[in-house]
């Protein structure tokens, strides 16, 4: 998981599978995102492989967490089969999410526009 900042947004970038096997590192990346204290967190989830309902619930804290402090919780290139694990449980209203973004038809990450993310900052609807 890699973290990258701007003023206001702080951007939590995760490649590869999304599930118990990478739970330890899951309270030190709340804790360093929560450390930043900014107004929205875009997790960028195109290159997520797996998510099981440990990663769900390692979602579920930052959306939480922001939520305790007044911070938005973006998701970017998920799949349908993720936003279909967070609806399962429940909570796929904490989040807002950017439909607008598209990854890499390469399938190697994020591509570079960064416009979804401002239109999911005020404007888009949590669920679609």
Request: aromatic share 4%; net charge negative.
């Amino acid at each position: 998981m890699q973290i990258s900042t701007s003023p206001s947004t702080a951007t939590l970038t995760i490649t590869g599978d999304l599930d118990l096997a990478q739970r330890d590192g899951f309270p030190e990346v709340v804790s360093r995102l929560q450390g930043l204290g900014r107004q929205l967190l875009v997790v960028d989830m195109c290159d997520v492989t797996f998510l099981d309902s440990t990663g769900a619930a390692f979602l579920i804290s930052l959306a939480d967490a922001g939520r305790r402090h007044g911070a938005a919780t973006v998701l970017r290139g998920a799949a349908q089969r993720d936003l279909f694990v967070l609806e399962i449980c429940g909570v796929l209203d904490m989040f807002r999410l950017d439909t607008e973004h598209r990854c890499r038809p390469d399938g190697t990450g994020a591509a570079e526009d960064g416009a979804g993310a401002a239109a999911a900052r005020e404007d888009a609807p949590s669920r679609t």
